[in-house]
């Protein structure tokens, strides 16, 4: 716009008359009022109200019997949460650091005093299937944790990766112990 | 002047003739104060608190409100753990269980307003072929709005003797027709409130409707300070661009 | 061997770059920057920039809505609710589209009487007049179809009664309807297929405003004088003139839209469409939006049914032939004394439809709405064509500059040539 053919009536070059003065406080407050009114059209893109509502699912986990796990959806994802057996437990925390794939202690997995609970995102860090092993009856690989039937990951009783192709760990969601009977995910 | 006559009397027949439909209106419904009236106006939160109590214990065993959620009450000044409490008194159906049954339990923040019955047909066997209306919206849904509203609830009354009533039907002021299928749902008394506000038909009404004034348009105070800032800006705006206007259309002879 | 590039005078080399392989800048540049735009104009001629910043308004907000819009009979009522509730901002993105199409109608008929007062629509814009008669059906249509949306009483009712008439036309008429319909009556089908006829045609209204305006372009805006520009003294460059006066009446509307939007957003409504669509029960009154009344009140006011809609259709189908039923050679009302006034008739015989088309159509509203036909027609189809004859226009001045020189108004006597203007 700088060299149009339009006089624009600015007075002489290096000067900031009235005019411009005034074209500027304009121009400026236009376009904060545009931009203020740009905001709401692009917010109300974001999550609403309802989405927002379900991004935290409570579960109660006294019907859970030991060794064995449920899945519940959070945030369109699935979660394990596996009762632990003391074996599990003492699986999980006796292994060395130096044997694993994707090294992580065991407590950092689960809350104090719950270590009876694992509670995981139940999708392979491979490409993205749906473990199996919540039911002592599917098979849960040679580490008595999670398999996988789409390219054979296998993870351990701490949902830590023990055979390939997979990467990484099982990922941990955000939860916390409401009671110890109630688990609130997100 | 005679055809001045002739219109006048052409006028008044025709304005007679219109007549036998005003016999099916009723009186227009008494004007009310409001506290969200007015460009500055806002709810009162006491009088909604106590009008989604009367809702609660009267109204809500024949009205549904579907389009509410328990979590919308935190916009008439409840907490998230008041609201998680009246929640998980009320029982809705929550899907189905493993055995492919429909399954109940508490409801929580997220779970829609409980309907009273699932169905319309069910409402209507319940209430003798009447269908209460959902009240999400009433208040917007009805000319006269909350004074409309406002009168019914307290217009109810024994029919002149002229008045020949149809069976199940009950008699009210500001209904038009005069006839409505509800029987007076409010009386002297019923609800306690817990905050010392006197409980009369009147109270009682007035709280209720505000209630459902929020419920039908829980934006309303964001909406009316929003558009405070708005025109004020606009204002300040349009003086902006008359000053450049006139500046730059000030060496044109027009 | 390259092929030409357009030759382009942007200093800004990225400009450049572009505007000589596509000249977009320079096309922006000579339409809206320097193009020669009669001085006189007064704030009438703000109102066509207006409806293109309520059509972008309208469709900024269109895309938004129609992101949580559900166009199914059992999730259409809901989802508006969802919009007004859940949706961040919905309920303001919702009332602006809402009250938008008021103001977008508002809008255009102003700017519509402000070419019928200054005579706009006669040689050399018959055209231009014509496209814009397709605009304002293309809007109605539009508003029509976007009004049956939120599936509430008077969206099913208001759809029924008017998809209903086409059933006038014998024999085509009832093979039609249900054409329309999809099926036996108003039902999921019709409420699908206006879904997506409401988001296609805005962009149809877009390719018709763009001939719209380039045919303005072509043989320039008219004035409020109705004579032709003579030299480059009668004209300013549209910008920063009239982006900047432009910009004033921009303002002022927005400070109208922002009242109903923000103070009394359902004001214009009916409260009948708070309640879900019903087919078994017909509310007490179907009333169209305001801005249909006029031509509701008239096609109620013939007993009979294929009259009443022909009567509707042709009255603004008689507004494609409005160049040729004015006789006058005169454009603008300021110079045609008789009707100027006569037009203010014709305006109160739209309004007084508009009322009559709110009330039952019975005992005066029916006189009355037959009367207001009558003299509608009568403007278009007598008034205009004889009044073209018979008028003594006052007389014109001999350019638009002349009027400001000396204060006067009146012709030089005959030989005189124009002064060169001087600045104030």
Redesign the interface.
């Known amino acids: 716009m700088a060299d149009s053919a339009a006089t624009l009536g600015h007075g002489h070059a290096g000067e900031v008359t009235k005019r411009d003065f005034l074209k500027l406080v304009t121009g400026a407050a236009a376009a904060i009022g545009g931009a203020a009114f740009a905001w709401t059209l692009i917010d109300s893109m974001n999550p609403s109200k309802d989405v927002l509502a379900l991004s935290a699912v409570e579960l109660d986990i006294t019907p859970i019997p030991e060794g064995s796990g449920i899945t519940v959806v959070w945030q369109g994802k699935p979660i394990f949460v596996r009762h632990r057996t003391p074996t599990e437990i003492k699986q999980a925390e006796d292994v060395q650091l130096s044997q694993l794939i994707d090294p992580q202690a065991d407590s950092a997995r689960v809350k104090p005093n719950h270590a009876q609970w694992i509670v995981l995102i139940g999708i392979c860090t491979h490409l993205g299937c749906v473990p199996l092993g919540n039911k002592p009856s599917d098979p849960r690989g040679d580490w008595g944790g999670w398999f996988c039937p789409c390219h054979g990951s296998q993870y351990d009783t701490s949902g830590r990766v023990r055979h390939g192709p997979a990467p990484a760990n099982l990922a941990l969601p955000p939860y916390a112990f409401d009671t110890d009977a109630k688990i609130k995910i997100g | 002047m005679r055809a001045l006559r002739s219109i006048f009397a052409?006028?008044l027949l025709?304005?007679?003739?219109?007549a036998p439909?005003l016999a099916q209106e009723a009186p227009t419904p008494p004007q009310q104060q409001w506290s969200w009236e007015g460009?500055f106006g806002t709810f009162d939160l006491a009088a909604a608190q106590r009008g989604f109590q009367v809702y609660s214990e009267v109204c809500s065993a024949c009205h549904s409100m579907?389009?509410l959620?328990y979590?919308?009450l935190a916009g008439i000044g409840l907490s998230l753990q008041e609201i998680t409490a009246i929640a998980a008194a009320v029982t809705v159906p929550q899907g189905v269980d493993d055995q492919g049954q429909p399954k109940e339990g508490p409801a929580?923040?997220?779970s829609q307003f409980r309907s009273p019955f699932p169905n319309e047909q069910a409402a209507r066997a319940a209430e003798n072929g009447a269908l209460p209306?959902d009240l999400?919206?009433?208040v917007?849904?009805?000319?006269g709005?909350a004074d409309y509203i406002y009168a019914i609830l307290t217009g109810f009354a024994a029919p002149p003797p002229t008045f020949t009533m149809q069976g199940g039907m009950n008699y009210n002021e500001y209904f038009?027709g005069h006839q409505i299928a509800m029987p007076q749902p409010l009386h002297d008394g019923q609800v306690a409130y817990t905050d010392g506000t006197p409980n009369t038909v009147a109270q009682m009404s007035h709280d209720v409707v505000t209630f459902m004034a929020w419920a039908?348009n829980?934006?309303l105070v964001e909406?009316?300070q929003?558009?405070?800032r708005?025109?004020l800006?606009?204002?300040?705006?349009?003086g902006?661009?008359?000053?450049?206007?006139r500046?730059?259309?000030a060496?044109?002879?027009? | 061997m390259a092929g030409q590039q357009h030759d382009s005078s942007f200093s800004n080399p990225v400009i450049q770059w572009i505007d000589t392989r596509l000249p977009i800048f320079t096309m922006m540049q000579k339409e809206y920057a320097i193009f020669p735009t009669p001085k006189n104009f007064n704030y009438f001629w703000n109102f066509g920039a207006l409806a293109m910043v309520i059509l972008g308004i309208m469709i900024a907000t269109g895309v938004l809505l129609a992101m949580n819009y559900q166009p199914n009979t059992l999730l259409a009522f809901d989802s508006i609710q969802h919009i007004m509730r859940d949706v961040n901002y919905g309920w303001l993105i919702r009332y602006l589209h809402q009250n938008g199409a008021s103001m977008f109608f508002i809008v255009t008929y102003i700017h519509m009487f402000r070419g019928l007062y200054y005579g706009s629509y006669k040689y050399p814009r018959e055209l231009l007049w014509m496209l814009g008669v397709v605009i304002l059906l293309v809007m109605m249509a539009t508003a029509f179809m976007g009004y049956v949306l939120p599936w509430g009483q008077m969206s099913y009712w208001g759809a029924t009664v008017i998809t209903n008439l086409f059933s006038a036309f014998p024999g085509v008429g009832p093979p039609i309807v249900t054409w329309l319909w999809g099926g036996f009556s108003v039902d999921n089908p019709t409420l699908n297929r206006f879904f997506s006829l409401h988001y296609l045609l805005p962009f149809v209204l877009v390719a018709v405003i763009f001939l719209h305006v380039a045919a303005l372009h072509i043989v320039g805006s008219n004035n409020p004088l109705g004579i032709d520009v003579k030299s480059p003294q009668d004209t300013v460059p549209f910008h920063p003139y009239y982006t900047a006066k432009d910009s004033v009446g921009i303002c002022v509307f927005l400070l109208v839209y922002a009242a109903f939007v923000f103070f009394m957003p359902n004001a214009l409504g009916d409260p009948n469409n708070f309640i879900p669509a019903n087919p078994l029960q017909t509310p007490a009154d179907i009333v169209p939006e305001w801005y249909f009344l006029p031509y509701y009140a008239i096609l109620r006011s013939i007993p009979n049914k294929l009259a009443g809609v022909c009567l509707m259709f042709g009255s603004l189908l008689i507004l494609f032939v409005l160049p040729w039923l004015d006789t006058s050679r005169v454009r603008s009302a300021r110079f045609r004394p008789v009707y100027r006034q006569l037009i203010w008739v014709w305006v109160a015989a739209v309004i007084g439809l508009g009322v009559c088309g709110a009330h039952k159509p019975e005992g005066i509203w029916v006189v009355l709405s037959r009367v207001c036909t009558l003299y509608y027609f009568l403007h278009f189809l007598v008034i205009l064509p004889v009044l073209g004859k018979l008028e003594h226009p006052l007389p014109l001045p001999d350019s638009i500059s002349r009027p400001v020189i000396g204060g006067g108004g009146g012709p030089l006597p005959g030989g005189a040539t124009a002064k060169p203007m001087e600045k104030a």
Do not use: C
Request: hydrophobic share 40%; proline share 9%.
């Open positions: 052409a006028l025709g304005g007679l003739a219109a439909t460009p579907k389009q959620h979590r919308d929580t923040p997220g209306p999400s919206v009433i917007n849904g009805r000319e709005h038009p039908a829980p934006e909406r009316k929003i558009g405070w708005v025109v800006f606009l204002v300040v705006m349009t902006l661009t008359y000053a450049v206007k500046k730059v259309w060496d044109v002879d027009h």
